[in-house]
T-cell receptor, first 113, second 108 residues
Framework: NAGVTQTPKFRILKIGQSMTLQCTQD?????MYWYRQDPGMGLKLIYY???????DKGEVPNGYNVSRSTTEDFPLRLELAAPSQTSVYFC????????????FGPGTRLTVT | GQQLNQSPQSMFIQEGEDVSMNCTSS?????WLWYKQDPGEGPVLLIA?????ELTSNGRLTAQFGITRKDSFLNISASIPSDVGIYFC????????FGTGTRLKVLA
């Protein structure tokens, strides 16, 4: 099993550009999450999903969109990139939502200039 | 809202020293999970605690679930350079709160 995979590993965007960060898991987990981690900071939840077709906002959803058409995939869309979105983005998945291990991907390092 | 505090925020220690860090919550937790994030990687689960008072070890790591259910501590014995990283104890609430973690640096 590959676990949680994320692409790309690195990306540089110009202000106003858009992009999609890809996340795939092969563990048949229902729950998936997107976090961002700014330099020297902890993880902040952007969006999460409890199953295909169901998504909800986390702590910092502004400027992002998500979709969940399959159990395996949970892409994160950035529209009109801004310098404040420069961060490392982590995707994670878990069997259920509360008090259970989350499996994290390796992260995507995004710079917006 | 729920508050989660980790202490200390960062620490520099000499190789071979023991390390202690803790988490406190404003709310009662039913579980405590301790994660470690290596530099440039995603967090990985170290220890899971499911019962108040529970004491669990994983190699050189020992963690305890406080009896008030509002705190937990993690001890690392005889630290080594690869212990460097960020240690998190996220809230098990529906919208996970990871907090800023404890940054550990080990000096060889």
């Amino acid at each position: 099993n590959a676990g949680v995979t994320q692409t790309p590993k690195f990306r540089i965007l110009k202000i106003g550009q858009s992009m999609t960060l890809q996340c795939t898991q092969d563990m048949n987990h229902n729950y998936m999450y997107w976090y961002r981690q700014d330099p020297g900071m902890g993880l902040k939840l952007i969006y999460y999903s409890v199953g295909a077709g169901i998504t909800d906002k986390g702590e910092v959803p502004n400027g992002y969109n998500v979709s969940r058409s399959t159990t395996e995939d949970f892409p994160l869309r950035l529209e009109l990139a801004a310098p404040s979105q420069t961060s490392v983005y982590f995707c994670a998945s878990s069997v259920r939502d509360r008090g259970i291990e989350q499996y994290f991907g390796p992260g995507t390092r995004l710079t917006v200039t | 809202g729920q508050q989660l505090n980790q202490s200390p925020q960062s620490m520099f220690i000499q190789e071979g020293e023991d390390v202690s860090m803790n988490c406190t919550s404003s709310s009662i937790f039913n579980t405590w999970l301790w994660y470690k994030q290596d530099p440039g990687e995603g967090p990985v689960l170290l220890i899971a605690l499911y019962k108040a008072g529970e004491l669990t070890s994983n190699g050189r790591l020992t963690a305890q679930f406080g009896i008030t259910r509002k705190d937990s501590f993690l001890n690392i014995s005889a630290s080594i350079p690869s212990d460097v990283g960020i240690y998190f104890c996220p809230s098990p609430a529906y919208k996970y709160i990871f907090g800023t973690g404890t940054r550990l640096k080990v000096l060889a």
